[in-house]
């Protein structure tokens, strides 16, 4: 196989089978990085032309009844201080993401028993209907059907759930037994058929991964089409398991990225936080290998970092409109345009 054929052949057809991917994985040279990335940017230019869309995250609660073997507030962690957001805080955040220019809110934490399904309600109900020209992304989790449809009809409308990983051995080495891949696929299913649009993703790098599995985890995102794919690189925190693993590689998160935005042309794809924090040029390259949405944080500056995923998370003190400055220049810089708007994905069609 050559892989400029296959890449070429990626961009026209936007189609590659598991071991084409696998042959691209394994075999892949830098000077071919580049025409991946290359294809990767065209392919974004086509429907998002040079914008790049803004969400804003509030990470409201690091409470978490799960305990993820990755993860930093997994709640075997003693170590660390755990906070909630009061609805009056979340307020505060939205308030002054509004004023910054976010149509987006991003409202992030972990499964927290404190958060009833009406207390999830009310949080999306007031930020609706304050700010109605605004989207509301969930990230909480894993929860019901019937949970899921509240949250959807109180006025949320994208749910992020990343996948972590399609393989079924892979996923019970990173988590422990009462977690099931089968129940995270159900959820996704769930929440597309209940009309969200949908985030899936992985870690790249995380323990154990191969790149076996990161090609299954591209054709198991090509089948579920998601509106929004996160990827970043798995990073250790110290107070895990898995804290002396190896950093996550910022080549390989940007070909899985690339490969991503060819396999899926329109989707949103985030330059995450985890990027920027293994490479101060992270999130530069992530748009550079098609990503087309920034998440800066809005939670408030006291409670940063609490919210410790893994070690050495950037923008830790910074105030939100810190934030939202470095990062319209990043993009500058790096040759895109932020856009203000909601930023839905392109070919999203509202079911209600
Ligand atoms: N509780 C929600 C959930 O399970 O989707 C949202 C919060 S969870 C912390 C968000 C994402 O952080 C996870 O899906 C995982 O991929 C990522 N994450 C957790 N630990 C990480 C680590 N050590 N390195 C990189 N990403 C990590
Ligand atoms: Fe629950 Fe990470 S273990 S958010």
């Known amino acids: 196989m050559n892989i400029i054929k296959l890449i070429d052949k990626l961009y026209e057809e936007n189609l590659l089978n598991k071991n084409e991917i696998l042959y691209i994985l394994d075999n892949i040279k830098s000077y071919e990085v580049d025409y991946l990335c290359e294809k990767a940017v065209a392919t974004r230019k086509k429907f998002y032309d040079n914008k790049v869309y803004m969400r804003g995250l509030i990470e409201f609660t690091n409470y978490c009844k799960n305990d993820c073997y990755y993860c930093g507030i997994r709640c075997s962690n003693k170590n660390i201080s755990r906070y909630r ?92 037994k009462n977690l099931r891949l089968s129940n995270r696929i159900n959820c996704l299913r769930d929440l597309k058929e209940i009309g969200y649009q949908v985030g899936a993703g992985l870690m790249v790098d995380s323990p154990y991964q191969t790149n076996e599995n990161i090609a299954e985890d591209l054709i198991f995102l090509k089948d579920l089409n998601p509106e929004m794919v996160g990827i970043g690189p798995f990073i250790p925190h110290h107070d895990t398991i ?30 995450t936080t985890a990027l920027g924090t ?32 893994y070690d050495n998370k950037i923008c830790m003190g910074d105030e ?33």
């Not at 992030?108 to 605004?134: L, P």
């Not at 910022?250 to 990225?257: A, P, W, Y």
């Not at 999130?283 to 408030?300: I, T, Y």
Request: some cysteine; proline content about 4%.
């Open 320 to 352: 939100a409109a810190e934030c939202r400055n470095c990062i319209e220049k990043r993009i500058n810089m790096a040759g895109f345009v932020l856009d203000t708007s909601i930023g839905d994905n392109i070919n999203w069609h509202s079911p209600l």
């Open 85 to 176: 957001l009061s609805l009056e805080q979340i307020m505060e955040c939205a308030d002054l993401g509004y004023k910054l220019g976010y149509r987006t809110f991003v409202l992030q934490g972990g499964e927290d028993n404190y958060f009833t399904d009406d207390k999830i309600v009310e949080i999306i109900k007031s930020i609706k209907y304050k700010y109605d020209d605004c989207a509301i992304t969930l990230s909480i989790g894993e929860k019901s059907y019937d949970s899921y449809k509240k949250f959807f009809h109180a006025g949320a409308d994208r749910y992020l759930l990343r996948h972590e990983t399609a393989t079924e051995e892979h996923y019970k080495k990173l988590h422990p």
């Open 278 to 309: 293994i490479n101060p040029k992270g999130r530069e390259a992530g748009l550079n290998a098609g990503c087309n949405v920034v998440m800066p944080n809005l939670s408030p500056t006291d409670v940063r970092s609490k919210y410790a995923l």
């Open 242 to 271: 898995f804290k002396d693993e190896p950093t996550g590689s910022l080549e390989k998160s940007i070909i899985v990225l690339a490969l991503t935005r060819l396999l899926l042309p329109s989707v949103l794809l985030p330059a």
